[in-house]
């Protein structure tokens, strides 16, 4: 889980010089266009009309940061949970040229979930989105959700399906990997970009994509199930 702070940013436009910085842009390589604005036939509309209310299904609430308030809920509703937060950049899996210990000071060369192959994710290939770990506030595992598990990311009225792809603090929630965020016109540097709020996850329960690497099997079954959501809620 990424915690960005107003002075790391103040800091380092402070600290790096013009060659560091030259170098650094040169390391991260250029961000490749998003994806889309608009996966599957289901608007961001028809899918935010369903989750206006919450029925909260945590015991507790979830921050954002370390340093904002506990006031996120998880919500329970037909056939999905889903929560409303900010977007952090998760950049963690195999190393890229734009995810990797130089480009993210937080960075893990590992996932809680892996490709096929037994590999780790690619956090700037595929769209996936990091789940508290399960604790005393709330254990997505009892709820039928797992890695591979479809989400539906709503943001500025586009919609991106991901899937679980990776666990982060039990008390923190909000964050998807460079990938999603790209897709969704966010700021995907994993060190000052995402999105400070605005950002809708619907968890379908009982959803898989197997590979998990496989992102337009995702898009395919998302689809599917949030015409699905929209009927039952």
Known sequence: MRKRFAFVLAAAGL?????????HATTRGPAPAPAS???????????????????????GKYRTD??????????GANGA????ADMDIDCDGQVTSR??????????????????DGEPLIADKLPYVVVPSPSSTWDYTKFGIKGGGVVAVIYNNKVQ??????????????????????A??????????????GVTYIV???????????????????DGLAKQFIQNN
């Not at 995810?99 to 096929?116: G, I, L, M, V, Y």
């Open 15 to 23: 600290l790096a010089g013009s060659v560091t910085a030259g170098a």
């Open 37 to 59: 604005t608009k996966e599957g036939t289901v608007t961001a509309a028809q899918l935010l009309a369903k989750v206006q209310g919450c029925s909260q299904i945590s015991s």
């Open 81 to 84: 949970v889903f929560w409303k």
């Open 99 to 116: 995810c990797n210990e130089d480009t993210d000071p937080w960075f893990q060369d590992d996932t809680a979930f892996h490709q096929s």
């Open 161 to 182: 399906y991901a899937v679980v792809g990776d666990t982060g603090p039990t008390n923190i929630i909000g964050e998807a990997s460079y990938a999603t965020a790209n």
């Open 204 to 222: 379908f329960k009982n959803s898989s994509v197997s590979p998990i690497e496989n992102h337009d099997k995702a898009v395919s079954v998302g």
């Open 66 to 75: 370390d340093e904002t308030s506990a006031n996120i809920p998880v919500c």
């Open 184 to 197: 969704l016109g966010i700021d995907p540097d994993p060190e000052t970009g995402g999105a400070e709020s």
